[in-house]
């Protein structure tokens, strides 16, 4: 997995990726532009693309999130330099790998019970992270959460530079 | 490679056993140097920190002699020149580990916590409290130092990228896991098994580094107040997957953990908090984007002219860099667009038939606007970003 960008190239791809992403979704759904609902979710929708896009499929989550809108709309346009997803290596041998170390776990009482609230809140770590299931090792769970994170971050950057701009701009317009 | 020179040199033919010994033992190192490695390539990148750097401290070690007895007599040699013997004083290591712990940030490239871990590690079963925690895994076997070497080398780029990543921040705390390091200076130690259990060298192995581990953070607790109760959530909670280096990589993303580190629970507790804050704010941030009304009725396709399809392309970092102008723009261009966001009110509007067509058209609200207003302003300006943007597509 490359090592995270720099935030502010990351955030000028974003832009860009996001712009294309709006004007595709514009053009597939057209969409009630009374609806502030159905906007809200196009606008998330696309930014969502655009930063998993960004990230050029480099890791877990970025595929996982294309895989999961792509569906909702037909793009015509991927990622080109998507490495395929790892195949699930020894998926039943780890499987039972875990089975047997539950099993070992279970005598001592104490362990288990930290033990069993780490696996609670790795869970719910999981369902928030896109691609967060199809991870069975929980470092790269790690890694992919906190790769998310960063790019949620520039996301959340932009979005809000964003609206203060406009927030400007109207107020320039009614001025 | 400093040549033994605890009390008493070697004579010559037991030099030659030595020798035999490191000669095979450094292979080994060897070998388990370059796994840790292997991870450290991405880590490093994202800590910057050179990865030659922590190479060469992890190659700083010399293979010591195997052989039991001698590890009584000699103190464990290291490979900052000067650093021949420590005292095995309880109170001076103490004094030591606590000199460590304020003292790690600047001496950190030399490898000096060198200097506190073969204290730590000399220390017979330590009869300090303070110690006990640090030497916890070493009087847990009998009566020696018990890290194994490689735990010691695979521990070794986690905790070199510890020390760093808590270089950069200002808090003692951060700088006591370089305190933490010192019980896992030395390059190999005897394990012992302990009665009952097995002897495998795995589980030997595995052992020894759970123990260490569970020493560094029983340390841990200690140094950060209020943290005591947290100890019963560390355990083996998520068992050997959980890497430290995993942790380190949290330490810089969540600044929480620049304060308090503690229990595997209350990490992922915060992990968990932060993602959903971020996703909440990405929702509401949309939500607000999606709330603005397009006060600017330009019409795409009133405004555009008819070949202007390319040309829109070329648009997209342009036309948002007037509204990023803040941060993301070249300097160079800044003054050029500038003007063509605060230029809105005077462009007379269009017909109020515009409007009317916006329904397909105007639902990108300011980014469309933006866009349609700027490609006529500065057509000619963008022509070379538009080269560049249609090779990145």
């Known amino acids: 997995m490359r090592p995270p960008p720099n935030s502010s190239t990351f955030k000028r791809e974003f832009v860009k990726k996001w712009l294309l992403a709006l004007q595709l979704c514009n053009h597939n759904n057209n969409i009630n532009k009374n609806d502030v609902v159905k906007r809200k979710d196009t606008i998330k929708l696309s930014a969502e693309i655009a930063m998993a896009s960004v990230r050029n499929g480099a890791t877990c989550w970025s595929r996982a999130l294309m895989a999961k809108h792509s569906s909702s709309f037909h793009v015509t346009t991927k990622p080109h330099h998507m490495p395929p997803p790892p195949p699930p290596r020894h998926y039943k041998k780890r499987v039972r790998c875990k089975k047997i170390i539950k099993r070992s776990r279970r005598c001592c009482h104490n362990r288990s019970a930290a033990a069993a609230v780490v696996r609670r809140k790795t869970a719910v770590l999981r369902k928030l992270v896109p691609g967060g299931e199809l991870m069975d090792d929980e470092a790269s769970l790690i890694r992919e959460t906190l790769d998310y994170v960063m790019s949620l971050r520039a996301q959340v950057d932009v979005m809000r530079r964003l609206a203060r701009a406009s927030d400007c701009v109207a107020m320039c317009n009614i001025v | ?58 190659h700083h070690r010399s293979p010591q002699s195997t052989r039991p007895d001698s590890r009584h007599q000699q103190p464990p040699q290291h490979f900052n020149a000067g650093l021949v013997t420590f005292p095995t004083n309880a109170a001076l290591i103490e004094r030591a580990a606590k000199f460590s712990v304020f003292a790690a940030e ?48 695979n521990q070794r780029p986690s905790s070199k990228r510890k020390e760093r990543e808590k270089k950069g921040k200002a808090s003692s705390k951060k700088s006591k896991s370089a305190a933490n390091e010192d019980s896992e200076q030395l390059p190999y130690v005897h394990v012992r098994a302990r009665r009952g259990q097995a002897t495998d060298s795995h589980s030997l192995a595995e052992r020894a580094r759970r123990e260490k581990i569970n020493a560094r953070m029983k340390l841990l607790q200690e140094l950060v107040p209020g943290c005591n109760k947290q100890e019963k959530l560390w355990g083996n909670g998520g068992g050997g997957q959980w890497g430290v280096s995993s942790f380190l990589h949290l330490v810089t993303v969540f ?20 993602v959903q804050t971020l996703q909440q704010q990405v929702e509401v941030l949309s939500m607000k984007l999606a709330a603005v009304n397009p006060r600017l009725d330009f019409n795409l396709d009133n405004m555009l002219p008819a070949d202007s399809g390319s040309l829109m392309d ?16 070249p300097n160079g261009n800044r003054q050029q667009y500038h003007q063509p966001l605060w230029n809105f009110d005077v462009v007379p509007q269009p017909p109020a038939g515009g409007w009317g067509r916006e329904d397909g058209h105007n639902f990108m609200t300011p980014e469309n606007s933006l866009l349609s207003y700027v490609s006529p302003a500065d057509s000619a300006s963008l022509n070379s970003s538009q080269s560049q943007l249609k090779m990145e597509l």
Request: charged share 20%; hydrophobic share 40%; with cysteine.
């Open chain 2, 1 to 58: 490679m400093e040549p033994l020179s605890g009390p008493g040199a070697r004579p010559g033919p037991t030099a030659d056993e030595t020798a035999l010994d490191s000669v095979q033992f450094g292979d080994d190192i060897r070998h388990l140097i370059s796994v840790p490695t292997e991870n450290a390539s991405s880590f490093t990148a994202l800590l910057e920190l050179p990865p030659n750097q922590a190479v060469e401290l992890l």
């Open chain 2, 255 to 274: 600044p929480l953990f620049a304060r308090q580190i503690s229990g595997t629970a209350l990490v992922l507790d915060e992990i968990i908090n932060h």
């Open chain 2, 106 to 153: 600047e001496e950190l490239n030399n490898g000096s916590n060198a200097i506190t871990s073969p204290d730590a590690n000399s220390a017979p079963s330590s009869s300090s409290a303070n110690l006990q925690k640090v030497v916890k895994a070493e009087p847990a076997e009998a009566a020696s130092c018990p890290t194994v070497a490689a735990k010691d080398e």
């Open chain 2, 314 to 329: 070329s648009n997209f970092p342009a036309m948002m860099m007037p509204v990023m102008w803040p941060e993301v723009q």
